[in-house]
């Protein structure tokens, strides 16, 4: 039989240890800061219940679910008539009764519905974890990614969004990254369908809007065509999409356009408090007000925010906002929630293109102890248990290999020093630490060299 070739599905990496230690420096980053605002860790399954997932992210994200087949035979069940009929909507519901998690939020409103009676409210929560979508890989978008998901549920005040605008702002100043932070409210987008006249229509209208970065005006316009909105409605929502402005210039205008929509003044004067919010503290990324921004995802109900890179365009790099009453689905009404979403990968792959990480990352081992056979590497072994014991990262090469091999080993791992102990080192007890970077070489007792590295 001949052997096969070793792949993974598309859209699915392997990180390998040069990626890991930039992946954890990523991760532990953004888990102080979350913890440094009060925020308390939260794990999920990978898999939940179709019953969860259906219908939570609308049409387009039920078909990028992943179901899982039922144990055992999946087909005894099912209908002859079913299978004959080849129709796969009505059969996937018989024989998958689970999938793998689309987010973090849906889960998170799951599990707060499941838990509410052994927790407190406001109940504020962080999860670092993997999810997964039957997309279509390309750039930036991936099968199966991880998200960095911070919220808070339990509360309806906006000093929660602006608190999550600090975070944002303060991760990715600590990431190297410049960034913009959109806002916009599903409010203000709700009073703007109303007033074109399609207030029954405005999931189809806002996603429409929110493709104008992708597909320009024009064609935004000719998509609300499709979706059988009217010309009129549409010559309306042109100046709205086209407006250049500051953010309270923009509020200004949308204030005379959604005079009489309710629904759109309460969106309104929650952006404008936002806004007021966020000049009280200091902020080191912009905020700007765009008026296109709606995301994809149905229950959104208030404020929404997207995060782009100014220096690389990769699309959104994080992503959130206020949903009211996404566990009354569950059974749990009237507890609004908000939160966004950092898109571990992207952020990965900007950080990668601009050259941010750290050097230092990938030098895990600080020194190598060179191994000159049975006798050195017993000596050695003392030393070395000295030296981590110290808190200094350490190994001894496990082979008396040619000292060639050993040295392009140590210069492979970015190990900056090497410790050699030979005879003459083991009578004198010091130890020759040659710098791999300079090529020099001091001697010195194993109590000197645990200064000269704790040091660094």
């Given at each position: 039989m001949a052997s096969q070739k070793p792949s993974i599905p598309k859209g699915t990496r392997d990180f390998g240890p040069a990626e890991m230690v930039r992946r954890n420096y990523i991760f532990s980053l953004v888990r102080e800061v979350f913890k440094k605002y009060g925020y308390l860790p939260l794990e999920t399954p990978a898999m939940?219940?179709?019953?969860?997932?259906?219908?939570?992210?609308?049409?387009?994200?039920?078909?990028?679910?992943?179901?899982?087949?039922?144990?055992?035979?999946?087909l005894s069940k099912v209908a002859g008539?079913?299978?004959?009929?080849?129709?796969?909507?009505?059969?996937?519901?018989?024989?998958?009764?689970?999938?793998?998690?689309?987010?973090?939020?849906?889960?998170?409103?799951r599990f707060v519905v499941q838990h509410q009676n052994e927790i407190g409210f406001p109940f504020k929560r962080f999860q670092i974890q993997p999810v997964w979508r039957a997309d279509r890989p390309q750039k930036g978008r991936y099968r199966e990614f991880y998200q960095c998901d911070v919220d808070v549920i339990g509360?309806?005040?906006?000093?929660?969004e602006l608190e999550l605008i600090q975070i944002i702002d303060e991760i990715f100043a600590k990431l190297g990254m410049k960034i913009l932070v959109k806002i916009n409210n599903r409010k203000v987008l709700a009073g703007l369908s109303e007033v074109l006249g399609h207030g029954d229509k405005m999931i189809a209208i806002t996603m429409a809007m929110d493709k104008i970065d992708k597909i320009g005006l024009e064609g935004v316009c000719k998509e609300l065509r499709?979706?059988?909105?009217?010309?009129?409605?549409?010559?309306?929502?042109?100046?709205?999409l086209s407006f250049q402005g500051n953010s309270s210039e923009k509020l200004n205008m949308l204030t005379d356009l959604l005079s009489e929509s309710a629904m759109g003044q309460e969106g309104i004067r929650e952006l404008r408090l936002l806004l007021e919010y966020s000049d009280e503290v200091e902020l080191g990324c912009e905020i700007e007000l765009d008026l296109s921004l709606a995301r994809g995802l149905n229950?959104?109900?208030?404020?929404?925010?997207?995060?782009?890179?100014t220096e690389y365009n990769i699309g959104s790099v994080c992503g959130g906002g206020r949903y009211d009453d996404l566990t009354g689905i569950f059974g749990l009404k009237d507890i609004s929630g908000v939160g966004v979403s950092f898109g571990a990968d992207r952020i990965y792959d900007t950080m990668d293109h601009l050259g941010l990480f750290p050097d230092k990352?990938?030098?895990?081992?600080?020194?190598?102890?060179?191994?000159?056979?049975?006798?050195?590497a017993k000596y050695c072994l003392s030393l070395l248990?000295?030296?981590?014991?110290?808190?200094?990262?350490?190994?001894?090469?496990?082979d008396p290999a040619k000292m060639k091999k050993q040295m392009s080993y140590a210069n492979n791992k970015n190990v900056q020093?090497?410790?050699l102990v030979g005879e003459e080192e083991m009578k004198n007890q010091v130890i020759s630490l040659k710098n791999m970077d300079t090529g020099t070489q001091e001697s010195l007792t194993v109590q000197e060299l645990i200064a000269k590295l704790k040091t660094r």
């Amino acid at each position: 039989m001949a052997s096969q070739k070793p792949s993974i599905p598309k859209g699915t990496r392997d990180f390998g240890p040069a990626e890991m230690v930039r992946r954890n420096y990523i991760f532990s980053l953004v888990r102080e800061v979350f913890k440094k605002y009060g925020y308390l860790p939260l794990e999920t399954p990978a898999m939940e219940n179709l019953s969860t997932l259906l219908g939570k992210y609308g049409e387009e994200g039920d078909k990028l679910l992943f179901r899982i087949l039922n144990s055992g035979d999946f087909l005894s069940k099912v209908a002859g008539e079913d299978l004959l009929e080849k129709k796969s909507s009505k059969l996937s519901g018989k024989i998958s009764e689970k999938g793998l998690k689309y987010d973090l939020t849906v889960p998170f409103a799951r599990f707060v519905v499941q838990h509410q009676n052994e927790i407190g409210f406001p109940f504020k929560r962080f999860q670092i974890q993997p999810v997964w979508r039957a997309d279509r890989p390309q750039k930036g978008r991936y099968r199966e990614f991880y998200q960095c998901d911070v919220d808070v549920i339990g509360s309806k005040s906006l000093l929660s969004e602006l608190e999550l605008i600090q975070i944002i702002d303060e991760i990715f100043a600590k990431l190297g990254m410049k960034i913009l932070v959109k806002i916009n409210n599903r409010k203000v987008l709700a009073g703007l369908s109303e007033v074109l006249g399609h207030g029954d229509k405005m999931i189809a209208i806002t996603m429409a809007m929110d493709k104008i970065d992708k597909i320009g005006l024009e064609g935004v316009c000719k998509e609300l065509r499709e979706k059988e909105i009217s010309e009129g409605a549409i010559e309306k929502l042109k100046p709205v999409l086209s407006f250049q402005g500051n953010s309270s210039e923009k509020l200004n205008m949308l204030t005379d356009l959604l005079s009489e929509s309710a629904m759109g003044q309460e969106g309104i004067r929650e952006l404008r408090l936002l806004l007021e919010y966020s000049d009280e503290v200091e902020l080191g990324c912009e905020i700007e007000l765009d008026l296109s921004l709606a995301r994809g995802l149905n229950y959104y109900t208030g404020a929404i925010i997207e995060v782009v890179s100014t220096e690389y365009n990769i699309g959104s790099v994080c992503g959130g906002g206020r949903y009211d009453d996404l566990t009354g689905i569950f059974g749990l009404k009237d507890i609004s929630g908000v939160g966004v979403s950092f898109g571990a990968d992207r952020i990965y792959d900007t950080m990668d293109h601009l050259g941010l990480f750290p050097d230092k990352l990938l030098k895990s081992t600080q020194v190598m102890f060179a191994n000159f056979g049975i006798e050195e590497a017993k000596y050695c072994l003392s030393l070395l248990n000295k030296v981590r014991k110290a808190g200094i990262h350490a190994e001894i090469y496990p082979d008396p290999a040619k000292m060639k091999k050993q040295m392009s080993y140590a210069n492979n791992k970015n190990v900056q020093y090497v410790a050699l102990v030979g005879e003459e080192e083991m009578k004198n007890q010091v130890i020759s630490l040659k710098n791999m970077d300079t090529g020099t070489q001091e001697s010195l007792t194993v109590q000197e060299l645990i200064a000269k590295l704790k040091t660094r």
